[in-house]
């Protein structure tokens, strides 16, 4: 189980999550105007392929191995195309190469056989496809302008639990806390403003308090 955050929010005495969720938006907002996705992709296919590859490793790892990797596989049936061995060497770099082959083996079969070559939409089917998980799911479909859920990581989870916007730890719990709390209009913005003020300011170990534009009245883990 990693780490927990949730005691740290008692340190200062700040108004209910539901008055505050509105103001914490917009703070981040201004201060991560720039905050999107830092996977690189085109397609739908590469966009499926980077998350799917971006499980336990970083995002700048994975857009190195997908540099080399999408001009050489650029439809399903080219994942399918060659040996497996290859396909584990040439996603190496990305780590646990032989279950993330597997699964996009599985998935680009499917993606063929039941969905004509194309990415589905619905959520449901993204589900089905081998090796795609809920947070998977989450990230394409946000990306394709149809959150259906919100992306819970390491960062959404740390700063979730600092902000006291939850206090369970299981990702599928606090998915479903900031659901509850976070308009759905903001569903696919919401987690990478976290994701970037956590990688900016809102560090795990050493939090930047001094430089947080929410701890003056947002946040009740503020040491400041
Ligand atoms: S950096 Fe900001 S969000 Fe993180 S604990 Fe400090 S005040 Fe709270």
Redesign the pocket.
Known sequence: MPRSYVA?ARRKKVEPKRHRIGPIVEALAVEHADAKIALRFERPLELLVSVMLSAQTTDVNVNRVTEKLFAKYRRPEDYLAVPVEELERDIFATGFYRQKAKALRGTMQRIIEVHDGEVPTAFDDLLKLPGVARKTANVVSAERGNAQGIVVDTHVRR?SQ??ALTKQEDPVKIERDLMRLVPRVDWARFPHLLIW??RR???ARR???E?????ES???????
């Open positions: 740290e700063l600092r902000l003020h956590g300011i809102c560090d939090p930047r308090c430089e947080c534009p929410l701890a947002l946040c009740p883990s503020s040491r400041v």
